[in-house]
C-alpha cells in the first residue's frame, strides 16, 4: 500500500464562505435591498398620506426582488443541492465498496471541498481493499504450496516402499520437481560405486546430446562436442554455438540451475538438476527446503535399493561358496583318489610287460584327470572369489590380467564405454561367459594375441568383443569335439538368461570371435537367481 502524507479535512467557516462560493451573495444581497426598498417606499406613502398607489410605487422593488429570488433558487439548485445528490450517491457507492465510486466529482462548485475528502477516503479504502485481496491472494497461494508440498512428501513416503524400480521412481519425481519450481529442464543421475556419475533421465533437452554423451568415453562441451582431458571447456559465446549446431543455447545470465541432491548418512547418491530461468528460487526458503526434504527421502531409497542390491549380492556369495564346499568335498576328492590310484597303477606296471598301447592309454587316462583336477580347480577359485562391487569392467580387467598371467598369451583388454551398471546376476553371467570364451582359446585356439574389447552401439546396445588369432574352427570339426561343444552351449543358455544374443565367427586359420550383445537392464528389486 502507498503512504500518503496526512492531509486534513477541508472545512467552511461561516454561511458566508459557502454563499459566495456558491454565487449567492450577490443575488441575496440585491433582493434583500429590494424588499428594504419596498418597505420604505410603503412607510413613505403612509406617513405623507399621499394619493398615489402604494403597490404601483412598490412593483419596480418587488419585481427586482422577484428577479433575485430566482436567481438565488436557480444557484442554489445548481450550486449546492444537485452536488449534493450527487455527494450522498457518491457516499453510499463508497461505503458498498464498488471501484472507482468517486469518479465524476470534479464539478462539485461549493461543495468540491468536501467532494475532494470524499474522493481522498474513496482512494484510501480502495487501496486497503486492494492490499487487503493481494494478502489474501498470498495466503491462499501459500496454502496452495503448502498442500501441494505436503501432497508430495507423502507421495514420497509412500512410493519408496512401494516403488519395485528405483528408475521409474527417480523419473517420476523429476517430473514433479520440474512442474512445482516451472524449470525448463532436468536431469537426474545416480552415483556408481565407482564414484562416477550415471545418468538415469531427463527431461527438456535434446535427445540426441544426452544419448551421445552417455556413449561418449569422454566428457562433452556444453554444445556437445567431445572433449579429452586437458582440454579447454569453451572458448566461444553460447550464440556461436547455437548458430553452429542449430539449437538453442542458454548462457548462465538467462539460466540456473538448481540442484538437489539425494543424500544419506553425509554421502551423495544422486542428484537432480534443474535448469530455470533467472530469477531464481534463491528468495523461496520453503521451496528449497522442500527440495532438501525431498532429496533425503529420495536419498533413502537409493541407499534401500542398494542394501537390496548388497544383499543379493552377498546371497549369491553364500551360494556359491556353498557350491565351491559341496564340489571339494564330493567331486574333487573323487579326482584326487581316482589320480592318486592312477599313479598307483602306474607305478606297478611300470615293470611289466604291457604293450605299448596301454602305456599311452594310461598316459591318456592321467593326463584326462589332470585337466579335469585343474578345471575343477580354477571352478572353485572362481566360485570363492567375491564378486566386484565397482561393476562389471573392474571384473573383466581382473579375469584378463588373470588370463594372461596364467598363459603368458598377450590379451589386451580396450573399454570404450561410460560408466554404467548391471544386476549382479548380469554381471556374473557375462563374466562366466568371457571366462568360457577365454578358456576355449586357452584349450584349442593356439592363439598368440587376444583383445577383449567393450563398447556400445547407437541404438544403446553394448558389446563384448573376444577375438583371437589361433587356428579357428569348422562347424563339423566343432560337432566332432562334445566337450567343446557342450561348453558353448552353456555359453549360448547364460545369454539367453540375461537376453542377450551370442555370435561365434571362425574359419580355420584366421581365429575366432565371439560378440556378446545385451542391453542393461533396468535396475528392478533383486531377484534370487545366481549362477
Known sequence: MTAHPYRPPRTIDGVWPLLGTAGLVGPSVVLVTALLAAVIALMLDWLTKTQLDPIRNCLPFLAVALIAVVIIAQRLHRQVLRPLVELNQSVARVCQGEPGASRGLENMAALSGLADDIASLNEELTELYEEMDSRVARQTQRLAQKTASLKILYDVAATINQADDLEDLLLRFLRVLKQMINGCAATVRVTMLDGHQHLVGAIGLDDKLVRDQDMAPVDLCLCGTALSPGDILCDNEARFCATLYGRQMFTSEEVEAVTVPLDYHDEQLGL?????????????????????????????????????????????????????????????????????????????????????????????????????????????????????????????TKLTERFGQETGIHVFFQDNCRPFELTATEELQILRIVQEALANIRKHAKALTVRVLLTREASGTYVILVEDDGIGFNAPRLAARPGEQIGLSIMEERARRIGAELRIESEPGEGTRVELFFVAQRRTRPAAEAA
Request: proline share 3%.
Open 272 to 396: 537432480y538438476t534443474i535448469f530455470i530461468e533467472k530469477p531464481g528460487i534463491e528468495a523461496r526458503e520453503d521451496i528449497q527446503d522442500l527440495l532438501a526434504t525431498v532429496g533425503h527421502h529420495l536419498g533413502v531409497a537409493v541407499a534401500k535399493y542398494r542394501s537390496d542390491a548388497e544383499t543379493q549380492r552377498l546371497s549369491i556369495v553364500e551360494e556359491r561358496n556353498s557350491l565351491a564346499h559341496e564340489l571339494h568335498d564330493s567331486l574333487a576328492q573323487t579326482l584326487a583318489s581316482l589320480r592318486f590310484q592312477c599313479r598307483l597303477l602306474a607305478d606297478s606296471l611300470a615293470d611289466s610287460a604291457i604293450p605299448t598301447e596301454a602305456h599311452s592309454d594310461l598316459a591318456r587316462i592321467r593326463n584326462g584327470l589332470d585337466e579335469a583336477n585343474t578345471e575343477l580347480r580354477e571352478l572353485l577359485a572362481s566360485f570363492r572369489a567375491p564378486l566386484d562391487r565397482r561393476g562389471l569392467v573392474p571384473g573383466l
